[in-house]
């Protein structure tokens, strides 16, 4: 591989050069998210936001790939990793028990939709296209383990005929050279119809009326040397929303119609406002495939945080072993050392901070009774000068809110102490850190745990933030100085990832003026509803939401004809959607109804002193959405806040 | 390589006052009846070509063929709207009584938004018949994006080629007012999410899963701040050997420099391009970025041809003359035998801004190629 000095700038499994520096750099944590039949089971969607690693973990399955698994079992480096894969079936102790042939499905396929083929015609291309490659594939991925060459030892494999198992143009049995020269004249044939500048004739292939390849697969008509290949086949698509709809369709009824043993795993973009009929439609329902969404899986089960320490400890060892001892070996330590705001160094900026928020919690409660006893209890309180400033910051909130309800209630009793340990709760400390930083400028975007979170569980977010950090690291190991960051420098270099991330905006994407303009909108409504001197929604909101009944408004065809503003809003919402700017959950439920929240990309939350975690949001009309979308966001008047 | 190979070695360029000098003559020694085809843009430049020819005069018609084309509602273009209704305007009082506009209409997003320009104008076109009555074909890049003046001149070639071996010989013209200074102040923006193959050269073939094994070079024509595309080109490609091309000799003579300043990071850094790799072209002639492309790729191809040959991506990143010798290239080489698999990678975009103080710009240079006809029928 060539000499990576910051092993974090090699983002995507496309990115890297060979099978072994992949699996130096793969963290395994994303196959805690797999079923465990998922080399046995039903079809399997695997969904997420670009960035996610759905290409990383199909690369995984490739032959190469777990080849070099087998190959590396004793080393340290694949040890854990070894051990998952044995458990889904994918390797056993010395051979690669699974084949997988991987078809990205932006190679190709959608151009075919665009040559104006008539439909049954272009689905017969489609699918013969389909099985050309993945028969390619069976006997690339056969050779591979065999630790053969592709495709010098053609010879060696050998296609046998199956009962249901016909494909046109090729007489079977057959060696592997004239099942490679079928596959390329299918290819040919389909490509010369894509590419040709002359109106086509309508010669060329006749194409299959099924997935054929996935039959011959199940038939166990792949031999080697005479024998049958015993192995699992697993078929993976990548990329699937680059096919036309119609093409997403007939590869869909394909797979599912024909229940085929073999294994199929499609991954696909999570796309909010269009791929709700998965497993919505009558023809694909829970029996007929698995749905693992990737950032619900990594929420749920809690796993993210492990699984990019992981990668990023992997990474930092990469470089280590390519600058020797002028890098650091290890990650997590270079944010981690110096990420406490208890140390020496912020003592006087805290006693500042706590001097000031006292004389105003003072202030609010001078002269009424009911607040004597938490300010004892407050003052009474032990811990560390950073514990006490947030202690009273929480205090100053819970009086602020307490003031408000009085005017409501009238009730003047005094507050007793367990009153105030019940509503002191983590979320009203969370809000009170919040809002010291905003006031004092102390740093609150710093430290692994917070890097995990901004990566919004989006692995190349994270794999890129966590870069930008390691290069001052590396910067400062030259130097021969300490690689460990301040918690103020990170907070630093996290920010102006957020400004690289949207300087180009507008010349990288579809409609980046408006998407900006949109999200700086959302951005200034959350800030202002999560700012409120009582903190309603502690420790503060980072989305937005509309019900999923306007959702609904939104992407239907009609209604958008009928108003252009409307198309102009679901085009813009697509475009951040794709762009990973903002994170949607469909059918949320809440107050007796079901919502789509739109998260903002947890990396958009420094710039307006957000919180990191999910669940809290504001919902919110979708016309008012799309003023924003046109006008920008006028801050909402304090009553309509709550 | 032989230069006798190449179809494009003896061509005919013009610029400047040899523009007016070739094309005064050419147009009154006899009747021409000429076809000029124009983008409908806000390029100030639209209609310099053809004000200029209607101004040598001659006999026969003079009829245009606008094309149109709508990047969406979204697109930045919109904000120089009335910019295009001025040069529409000008083109209108030009032909008046000369000749007659024909609308063509260009679909740029097919209804699931893939992009289709390049397709529909390429069927806008369909036979060679359309152009009977016609003795010379002025294709004016001016005001067209990339995406669509290279697949249409592709198509014009291929029909007029097939005519030709009829024994018919029309004239294809292209015709470009060329300024640098404006060049460098249209900003594409909104650019789309990957890049891809564009249609009328190889682009299904160099995706191929047969032929994956072959070796693919990568020859990006660099132009100033393109590096947005470059990443996205490289990752669509995916090269084995990047050979970049800068433009020397150059009006300005640092501007290879100032390309291999600008693109470091990603061409030495990241991809490790060897400098024995970089291939130099003049800048302002086309026919020589052609002539360059070509000993390069043949080279590659003859190299590599004992292990099965080689797949080539061409991107054309930088001016619109040097995208028309990366054109003819890539259809040369696609139509050779053996054929050779040549795409032209591409970052299509939603629109353009033009950007920087409206100071006083040089005066734009006009431009003529002839491509096919009567000058090549020997």
């Known amino acids: 591989m060539k000499d990576v000095r910051n092993p974090f700038r090699l983002q995507t499994a496309e990115s890297i050069d060979s099978d072994g520096d992949f699996l130096r750099l793969f963290g395994h944590g994303v196959l805690d998210l797999l079923p465990n039949d998922a080399l046995t089971g039903r079809p399997l969607f695997i969904r997420s936001a670009p960035g996610g690693g759905k290409t990383s973990l199909l690369k995984l399955f490739t032959p190469s790939v777990l080849q070099h698994v087998v190959a590396m079992k004793s080393s340290v480096d694949v040890k854990d990793l070894v051990i998952k894969l044995k458990s889904l079936g994918a390797v056993s102790d010395h051979d690669v028990s699974v084949l997988s042939i991987m078809l990205p499905c932006a190679r190709t396929f959608p151009s075919l939709a665009d040559v104006g083929l008539k439909g049954p015609r272009a689905k017969r291309l489609l699918l013969a296209l389909i099985d050309a490659r993945i028969i390619l594939g069976a006997l690339r991925g056969t050779l591979i383990v065999k630790r053969l060459r592709f495709p010098d030892d053609l010879h060696r494999v050998t296609l046998e005929s199956s009962p249901d198992g016909q494909i046109p143009g090729l007489l079977l049995p057959c060696d592997g050279r004239a099942v490679q020269q079928w596959a390329e004249t299918v290819e040919q044939g389909i490509c010369d119809i894509i590419d040709t500048l002359m109106p086509a004739d309508g010669t060329g292939p006749t194409g299959h009326d099924a997935l054929l390849s996935l039959r011959l697969l199940d038939a166990n008509s792949v031999y080697f040397d005479g024998k ?215 740093p609150y975007y710093f430290g692994f745990s917070k890097l995990a979170s901004l990566a919004s569980y989006n692995i190349e977010q994270f794999i890129q933030l966590a870069g930008d950090l390691f290069e001052e690291s590396l910067a400062a190991a030259v130097m021969r100085r300490p690689p460990h960051l301040t918690p103020d420098r990170q907070e630093k270099i996290l920010r102006e990832a957020y400004n690289v991330r949207v300087r180009d905006l507008p010349r990288r994407a579809r409609n980046g003026r408006e998407v900006l303009r949109f999200i700086d909108a959302v951005g200034q409504f959350c800030q202002q509803v999560t700012h409120q001197p009582n903190a309603p929604y502690s420790p503060g909101i980072n989305g937005v939401a509309i019900s999923m009944q306007e959702r609904k408004t939104l992407i239907d065809p009609k209604e958008q004809e009928r108003n252009p503003a409307l198309k102009a809003f679901a085009e813009l919402l697509g475009t951040a959607l794709a762009n990973n700017f903002l994170h949607a959950e469909l059918d949320y439920k809440v107050k007796g109804n079901t919502f789509m929240l739109l998260y903002l990309n947890r990396l958009l939350c420094p710039r307006y002193q957000l919180p990191l975690g999910f669940g809290s949001f504001r919902e919110r009309p979708l016309r008012e959405l799309m003023t924003w979308a046109e006008k920008g966001f006028r801050p909402l008047k304090a009553e309509t806040l709550l | 390589m032989s230069q006798d190979l190449l179809r494009w070695r003896d061509y005919f360029l013009r610029a400047d006052e040899h523009f007016d000098g070739f094309w005064q003559p050419f147009l009154n020694e006899t009747r021409r009846d000429v076809l000029f085809v124009l983008g409908a843009g806000f390029d100030a430049r639209m209609c310099d070509g053809v004000d200029k020819l209607l101004s040598f005069g001659g006999e026969g018609a003079r009829d245009v063929a606008l094309l149109c084309f709508d990047e969406g509602a979204d697109s930045h273009s919109h904000s120089y709207v009335e910019q295009r209704e001025a040069n529409l305007e000008r083109l ?129 024509v660099l132009g100033k701040r393109q590096k947005l595309q470059l990443e996205k080109i490289h990752s669509l490609v995916s090269p084995d050997e990047v050979c970049p091309l800068l433009p020397s000799p150059s009006q300005d003579p640092r501007e290879g420099d100032s390309l291999a300043i600008e693109y470091r990071d990603m061409l030495f850094d990241q991809l490790r391009v060897e400098p024995r790799n970089i291939i130099y072209a003049a800048e302002s002639n086309p026919f020589e970025v052609y002539r360059q492309l070509m000993r390069s790729i043949m080279h590659y191809q003859q190299a590599l041809g004992p292990l099965g040959g080689c797949k080539v991506a061409l991107s054309a990143m930088s001016s619109k003359l040097a995208s028309i010798g990366v054109m003819l290239a890539a259809y040369e080489l696609g139509r050779r035998d053996p054929k050779v698999v040549v795409g032209v990678a591409h970052v299509e975009s939603q629109g353009y801004r033009i950007e920087g103080a409206a100071g006083p710009c040089p005066a734009p240079t006009l431009f003529t190629m002839w491509l096919c006809g009567e000058c090549y029928a020997a």
């Open chain 1, 228 to 442: 049958p290949v015993e192995t699992r086949w697993l078929v993976t698509f990548d990329d699937m929303q680059k096919l036309a709809v119609a093409q997403r369709a007939a590869l869909l009824e394909a797979v599912v119609e024909q229940r085929s043993r073999s294994t199929v795993w499609m991954a696909e973009r999570f796309e909010a406002l269009t791929t709700d009929e998965l497993l919505g439609s009558g023809a694909l329902n829970g029996r007929d495939g698995q749905v693992i969404a990737l950032e619900h899986e990594w929420k749920e089960k809690r796993r993210f945080d492990p699984a990019v320490r992981l990668i990023a400890d992997r990474r930092a060892r990469m470089a280590a072993d390519v600058a020797g001892a002028n890098a650091p070996d290890a990650f997590v330590p270079t944010i981690d050392a110096e990420a406490d705001l208890d140390a020496q160094t912020w003592h006087e900026k805290t006693q500042i901070a706590l001097d000031v928020v006292r004389g105003r919690v003072d202030s609010l409660a001078k002269g009424k009774n009911q607040y004597t006893e938490w300010l004892t209890v407050r003052a009474a309180t032990d811990g560390t000068l950073r514990e006490q400033l947030i202690a009273w910051r929480s205090l100053e909130i819970l009086i602020e809110r307490h003031s408000r309800k009085k005017q409501l209630s009238f009730a003047l009793e005094p507050l007793s102490r367990d009153e105030l340990h019940d509503k002191d709760g983590s979320d009203v400390r969370g809000a009170a850190d919040l809002f010291l930083s905003k006031e004092f400028g102390f």
């Open chain 2, 92 to 220: 209108a009082q030009l032909v008046e009584g000369r000749g007659t506009i024909g609308r063509r209409t260009i679909a740029m997003f097919s209804d699931e938004g893939r992009r289709i320009g390049a397709r529909k104008i390429v069927e806008e076109f369909r036979s060679y018949a359309e152009f009977r009555c016609y003795t010379d074909i002025v294709v004016d890049i001016s005001a067209l994006p990339r995406g669509l003046y290279m697949p249409l001149l592709a198509k014009l070639i291929a029909l007029f080629d097939v005519e030709e071996n009829a024994g018919e010989h029309r004239n294809l013209h292209v015709i470009v007012s060329h300024s640098s200074a404006t060049d460098g102040s249209i900003v594409e923006e909104g650019l789309e999410e990957s890049a891809s193959y564009l249609f009328g050269f190889a682009a299904a073939s160099l995706e191929s899963d047969s032929t994956s094994s072959q070796p693919k070079i990568w020859i990006p």
